[in-house]
């Protein structure tokens, strides 16, 4: 008689994990982070990767050029906080990338880069399509991995989302050589995160946060200075708070619009080169202006004395003359990235800290000891500011006679659209709800000073890289990421025909960001440059046909046709909303070219490594 073993209780199935490739352990490792779009150009050291796509949930949107999908990844990033996907492969796709890694490293934006590479026999032999992307971004990249085992894909995946997304974000560059793709292995994914060394969580004590008030409690004149750090750590609404309890009026960096309502009575909205001068005088001091640097600098009326600086860098831009700004003030200085720390500007109390978790706990802590100021004379003083020199434009005679001008509007010169009145224009019929992407140059300037910017993650622009070219492949991400937002790119000639062949992917993915050129046939910044500098002299700034300047050129509405993207001329001032409601209107890409005058200027404006008593701001 056979003795029966004796059964065991069943327990819970342990859940088992098949056999994988490299690159289908990638894609499920991506899929665990909660990627739902990745922007990617294939080629033959990613081609893995793309066939392992096609079975996953991920979206893939393919790019018509590699930096068009990292920009896209970007614009999708600064739409949500959330950390964008592009991916190309070795050799030059990977080089293509490395302008919108730079662009996301100096703004903060979290990205991960994805890159193909030779199989590891060839690494370092100059094989086809090899290069060392790993070397060659490490300047621009807040980590970066070389994956030489796919045992360390689930593990390294994990750290490279982590890492971009916490403490302060950025761009991290994840290299997988194809054999690397290519092995077979049964994964483990890991749950947790753990690095040695990288504790990107900062608190400001208590004892910092009450020098804080310590100080608000002497200041008579002081004033907020916002910057992307606000918006990046999820801090508008404490913010917000702070502003309501304490009445300090705020300014920004451009980085910072929509971190505090624009519209708000307290907003003086953005500061630096370009900003409002009266965001430069609230916190520099008003001068006389002068008109050489050797003359003395007189004061009209002092700016603030406590500048409470959050989640900014002290950016050339909107210091200037970097020893010269706020010169008279005490510089309170809060960001998480120590590095960041009397790098640019020396502050009187620098802390170290997650700005939410400060501005969180300076309002508890003003429960205790409320301010009992009410800061009403500062607010006066603001005000008159304000009304002295608000943002505002001008129709000169000037303009309405220059040749240009009278190429293109026929007799109706009086019809003339300046760029300021298209953004507007563009602000009121949307009511100040939609998601503004720009390239790079005036028009960049202009919206920022016409489009006011109420919601954080509204205003996505190449702030400090300054990239042209980034406009319209950022609306691309931007849409994508919310679907159900109105996106419009305000751009340039210029810069929009930098990567004009993304209206194919716009096309073909059936994503309908909008656009509006700003058209005046030039690089309108650097002209603008020229008039002030070099006498305006014209050193390849001019973009149009040269033996033909009364031809807008190139033809953007038959360069719109011929990708099937729907797309109109608009040339005088009549016919300006009307054209910009059938674009908002459209359920498809569109693309609104508005021609204005090339002799605009975007004021105010303080040259560079100059101070606010060189500022050109009367119109």
């Not at 949930?57 to 990033?77: C, D, N, S």
């Not at 708000?264 to 409002?276: Q, V, Y």
């Not at 700034?541 to 190139?554: E, F, H, K, S, V």
Request: proline residues 5%; hydrophobic residues 40%; aromatic residues 8%.
């Amino acid at each position: 008689m056979t003795k029966l073993s004796k059964k065991k209780k069943a327990g819970p199935k342990a859940q088992t994990v098949p056999v994988m490739t490299g690159s289908e352990i990638l894609v499920a490792c991506l899929e665990r982070e909660g990627v739902d779009a990745i922007f990617a150009y294939p080629g033959g050291a990613s081609m893995e990767i793309h066939q392992a796509l096609t079975r996953s949930k991920i979206r893939t949107v393919l790019p018509r050029h590699e930096q068009g999908g990292v920009f896209a990844a970007g614009g999708y990033a600064r739409a949500t906080g959330r950390a964008g996907v592009c991916m190309a492969t070795s050799g030059p796709g990977a080089t293509n990338l490395v302008t919108g890694i730079a662009d996301a490293y100096m703004d903060s934006v979290p990205l991960v880069a994805i890159t193909g590479q030779v199989v590891q026999s060839m690494i370092g032999k100059g094989g086809f399509q090899e290069t060392d992307i790993y070397g060659m971004t490490l300047p621009v990249v807040k980590h970066s991995y070389l994956i030489t085992d796919i045992k360390e894909i689930p593990r390294i995946v994990k750290e490279a989302f982590h890492i971009a997304q916490t403490g302060r974000p950025g761009p991290v560059l994840v290299d997988i050589p194809k054999n690397v793709q290519q092995a077979r292995w049964q994964p483990e994914f890991p749950e947790e995160v753990h690095i040695r060394g990288y504790n990107p969580w900062k608190e400001a004590t208590d004892a910092e946060l009450n020098q804080i008030l310590d100080l608000l409690g002497k200041s008579e004149r002081p004033v907020l200075y916002v910057g992307g750090g606000i918006i990046s750590g999820e801090a508008s609404a404490e913010l917000r708070k702070f502003v309501e309890v304490t009445g300090i009026p705020v300014t920004t960096t451009l980085m910072g619009c929509g971190a505090f309502p624009e519209n708000d009575p307290l907003s003086l909205r953005w500061l630096g080169m370009h900003g409002a001068a009266y965001a430069n005088w609230a916190v520099n001091g008003e001068y006389e202006q002068r008109h050489a640097v050797t003359e003395p600098m007189k004061l009209i009326a002092p700016g603030a004395d406590l500048l409470l600086a959050m989640g900014v860098r002290f950016d050339d831009r909107v210091t200037g003359k970097v020893d010269q700004f706020c010169e008279t003030g005490t510089i309170v200085h809060v960001d998480i990235d120590a590095s960041e720390i009397n790098k640019n500007k020396p502050a009187h109390l620098p802390i170290i800290s997650d700005v939410k978790y400060a501005l969180g706990r300076l309002l508890t802590l003003l429960k205790a000891r409320p301010l009992t100021k009410k800061f009403s004379k500062w607010h006066q003083q603001v005000a008159a500011w304000k009304a002295k020199a608000p943002f505002g434009y001008i129709v000169t005679e000037e303009v309405m006679k220059s040749q240009h001008m009278k190429d293109h509007l026929n007799g109706r010169e009086a019809e003339v659209i300046l760029p300021q009145m298209a953004i507007e224009a563009l602000y009121e019929l949307t009511k100040g709800e939609a998601i503004i992407t720009t390239g790079v140059g005036q028009h960049q300037m202009w919206s920022g000073q016409f489009y006011k910017f109420s919601h954080p993650r509204q205003f996505l622009t190449s702030a400090g890289l300054g990239a042209m070219g980034y406009g319209y492949p950022a609306a691309l991400g931007a849409k994508v990421a919310c679907p159900n937002r109105q996106v419009v790119d305000i751009d340039g000639d210029g810069s929009f025909l930098m990567n004009v062949q993304e209206l194919a992917t716009a096309h073909i993915e059936k994503i309908n960001a909008k656009v509006i050129i700003l058209n005046n046939q030039h690089l309108g910044m650097v002209m603008q440059w020229e008039d002030r500098f070099y006498k305006g002299n014209r050193g390849n700034t001019y973009l149009g046909d040269p033996d033909n300047r009364a031809q807008i050129y190139p033809d953007y509405v038959a360069v719109c046709r011929s990708f099937n993207v729907k797309s109109e001329r608009v040339m005088y001032r009549s016919d300006l909303r009307a054209a910009i409601q059938r674009m908002l209107d459209a359920d498809e890409p569109y693309v609104l070219d508005i021609i204005v005058p090339y002799t605009e200027h975007v004021l105010p404006f303080i040259p560079a490594n100059r101070t606010v008593a060189d500022m050109i701001w009367k119109l």
